[in-house]
């Protein structure tokens, strides 16, 4: 290995030839026990290293608070997540029934095959309804 | 109507007898984000605020590092949670992880808006006053604030994906495979921003 490519793997991977790749540690390791160049590399390097651990930007627990502040007030006031899938605006339609489980879905699909199969009264008998209530006793 | 084909798809309540599905608060703080984010699938806002609690500061954290403002990383943070929410049944965690998924709309939502500006950042001086005081006292305060307005002076000049390959390098408890999916790119593209980023720091650094 020669110092560039010591110099260009420091780079790309960062002053920590340990956890470098499997088959770059070996060159690394002989190159800095020989080299000069190479070790003052590694301590550029990790200069670099350290810099950016301490002093890249941090944000505040304050700009924190109020990050999470505006996410919960956003969220409250936005519409549920969008369905994904086939026939969106069913399952949004039927989103409300969810809570209540299978058993309410099951009980709006009876319904629904109950309402459609049931037979309607009688097209002009005026007494039609009439038919379907109860008696308790005959006029007659 | 065909519900029997629209019943196995739709989302479930949160219920206390579905294993692995948020019920609670006191459910929710053991959850998984995977779980959590099922339950704001289902429209649990009371989930979703839990990860924006466990995940915000790093959200803000990423945003910052790529805009070098403060209030522009808020906003960022904020539309980033937004629209996290918004596709919450969309995320797929045999894809991706949330973290990941949240860098990537974050990392996103910051690049655009500094091409959008088409300037470099506003030179980490906002950034500088969200930054705690390290030292111990004034003089060292004062070298601390000067090393740290030169570092965010020299991350400015990095072009934006180079600034969010160093961010992501440094954020804690990231792979390499995680932050190059952040970024969607390849680890191999992934280490040339790394090594192009860092060569230009160390010119722009050096005395």
């Known amino acids: 290995m020669t110092p560039a490519r010591f110099a260009r793997l420091l780079d790309a991977h960062g002053p920590h030839p340990d956890g470098w790749p499997a088959g770059q540690r070996a060159g690394a390791a002989g190159l800095l026990a020989v080299s000069a160049e190479a070790r003052a590399l590694l301590e550029t390097a990790r200069g670099l290293d350290a810099r950016l651990e301490k002093d890249l930007a941090q944000p505040s627990p304050e700009a924190v608070a109020r990050l999470r502040l505006a996410v919960a007030r956003r969220i409250a006031r936005s519409p549920l997540p969008a369905l994904p899938g086939r026939w969106p605006r069913l399952r949004e339609w039927l989103r409300p029934a969810v809570p209540a489980g299978w058993g309410a879905l099951a009980a709006m699909a009876t319904c629904a095959l109950w309402l459609s199969l049931s037979a309607g009264p009688a097209v002009g008998d005026p007494l039609a309804p009439l038919q379907t209530l109860p008696i308790a006793e005959d006029p007659l | ?207």
Not at chain 2, 20 to 27: S, V
């Open chain 2, 1 to 207: 109507m065909p519900i029997a084909l629209v019943l196995p798809r739709l989302p479930q309540a949160a219920s206390p007898d579905a294993p692995g599905r948020p019920a609670g608060l006191m459910t929710h703080a053991a959850a998984s984000d995977a779980e959590l984010m099922r339950g704001a699938a289902a429209g649990d806002r009371a989930a979703f605020g839990l990860l924006v609690e466990r995940h915000g500061e790093r959200a803000l954290r990423v945003a910052l590092r790529v805009l070098g403002d403060g209030a522009e990383a808020e906003e960022v943070a904020q539309e980033a949670f937004l629209r996290a929410w918004q596709a919450a049944a969309s995320f797929d965690p045999d894809r991706a992880q949330f973290t990941t998924w949240l860098h990537r709309i974050t990392l996103n939502l910051a690049i655009d808006r500094t091409r959008r500006r088409g300037s470099a950042p506003a030179a980490g001086e906002a950034a500088l006053a969200a930054l705690p005081d390290p030292g111990p006292g004034p003089e060292a305060s004062a070298a601390a604030a000067e090393d740290r307005a030169a570092l965010a002076a020299a991350l400015a000049r990095l072009p934006a994906r180079q600034r969010a390959a160093i961010a992501l390098a440094y954020e804690e408890g990231l792979s390499g495979a995680e932050a190059a999916a952040a970024l969607d790119v390849s680890e191999r593209a992934l280490e040339g921003l790394l090594r192009r980023a860092r060569l230009m720091l160390r010119r722009i650094l050096s005395p």
